[in-house]
């Protein structure tokens, strides 16, 4: 009862001043956004985000593809069957309630044509490394980020990640009842264990594809020292990238070290910040309207982060974000994540 009626202060005191400070630019922070994080080797290159043309299915759907099936499901799904954008495979349907269609279709014939959210967030909203987990979010929350995104006021850092512009693009299609409809679906699913952290000198050698990383398979792998990164990677490349398997987690690895320190941040502040306890709540798992961090994708924590500290990601309760990110250097970004995705959600 108390925090709710101290988080209540701190929002009413933020809303007060979001008219004055939309941008969250920190001056201190010139460096690009930190490659790993958005799943590159490669420094990011100058440019606004690019849009969103759709393209055609990456696996198209033949009849004749062989049928594949993955323990404990009762079904089986063909490759195409498996990535159809208006349609993809719900291998576990006892694990969700019933999906509205917005989540298990999309609305191919709208313009701009929304794909299924269960297709990248997966019918159980744990998402990949490469979006987002909506599981277990506030209703209020994932109402406010697709009129954030329609808004334009989440955009990527990284020109190069189309599939934020993707996302933004499906908000503009969206009616209002299909947003209330997504929210109320996927705040419904509970959270439960979906990242590793491992704490590590070395990582496995990986290749990239999509901002995603994967472990090098056979011949090729082996590892490489991790230096100042965090690299997150399915547990099975096929279960990502062939079989879209919503019981397939990921393992993060990130350096020795960082989870205390990212501990020492969140939980008091470090005399830099304000611990993100007071509004994330004592256990990290999310409070009244403001979403958990925990266990959540730390590629993703740290794009938000980065994006929230140059101006884009500007919603309309980004100004609470604002201080509390504005003296955090890349480390401590980078040590944040790693503590966050260690912890169970
Ligand atoms: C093509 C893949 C894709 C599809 C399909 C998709 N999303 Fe997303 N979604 C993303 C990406 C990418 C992000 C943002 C990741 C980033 O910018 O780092 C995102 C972010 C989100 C967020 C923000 C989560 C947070 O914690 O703030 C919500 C909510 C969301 N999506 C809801 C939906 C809904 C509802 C649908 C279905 C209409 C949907 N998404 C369909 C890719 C997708
Ligand atoms: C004063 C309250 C407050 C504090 C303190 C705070 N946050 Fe937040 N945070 C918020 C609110 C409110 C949102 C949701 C913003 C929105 O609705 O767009 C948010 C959103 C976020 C998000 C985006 C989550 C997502 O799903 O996309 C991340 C990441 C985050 N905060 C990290 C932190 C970290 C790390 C700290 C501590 C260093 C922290 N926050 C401290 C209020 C706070």
């Known amino acids: 009862m108390k925090k709710h009626v101290l988080l209540g202060v701190v929002l009413a005191s933020g809303a007060a001043w979001a008219a004055e400070a939309p941008k969250t630019q920190a001056p201190n922070v010139q460096d690009g956004p930190p490659p790993w994080a958005w799943g590159y080797t490669t420094p990011a290159p100058p440019g606004p985000p690019t849009e969103f043309t759709p393209q055609p299915p990456a696996a198209p759907l033949k009849a004749d593809d062989p049928k594949h099936t993955l323990p404990g499901s009762k079904f089986s799904f063909s490759r195409g069957e498996a990535n159809n954008r208006y349609a993809p495979a719900d291998w576990f349907p006892e694990d969700h309630p019933a999906m509205p269609p917005i989540v298990s279709h999309g609305r191919e014939n709208a313009n701009p044509t929304i794909y299924a959210c269960a297709l990248c967030h997966m019918p159980n909203g744990h998402g990949r490394p490469e979006n987002a987990a909506v599981n277990a979010l506030p209703y209020d929350y994932i109402l406010r980020q697709l009129e954030d995104f329609k808004a334009g006021h989440r955009r990527s850092s990284d020109p190069r ?46 290749r990239t594809a999509g901002g995603v990383f994967f472990a090098l398979e056979g011949k090729e792998a082996g590892t490489e020292p991790l230096g100042a990164r965090i690299i997150e990677m399915p547990l099975n490349n096929d279960d990502f990238e062939k079989w879209r398997n919503p019981h397939s987690g990921f393992v993060a690895y990130v ?63 980004m100004p609470l974000m604002a201080p509390v990110i504005e003296k955090l250097t890349p480390d401590d970004v980078l040590n944040i994540s790693a503590y966050l995705a260690s912890l169970e959600p």
């Not at 512009?165 to 509970?190: C, G, H, L, N």
């Not at 990242?195 to 990986?206: F, M, Y």
Request: proline share 6%.
């Open 161 to 206: 990640k189309t599939n934020t512009s993707v996302m933004e693009s499906f908000t503009r299609a969206m009616t209002e009842d299909e947003m209330k409809q997504a929210a109320a679906y996927f705040a419904a699913i509970p959270a439960t264990p979906w990242i590793k952290v491992v704490e590590s000198a070395t990582v496995p050698k990986t």
């Open 255 to 317: 350096p020795q070290g960082s989870v205390a320190k990212g501990k020492a941040l969140v939980t008091t502040g470090g005399g830099k910040t304000t611990a993100c306890t007071v509004c994330h709540g004592a256990d990290l798992r999310g409070l009244g309207p403001v979403p958990r961090l925990a266990n959540r994708s730390p590629s993703y924590v740290a794009r938000q982060l980065y994006d929230m500290q140059h101006g884009n990601r500007i919603g309309a309760w």
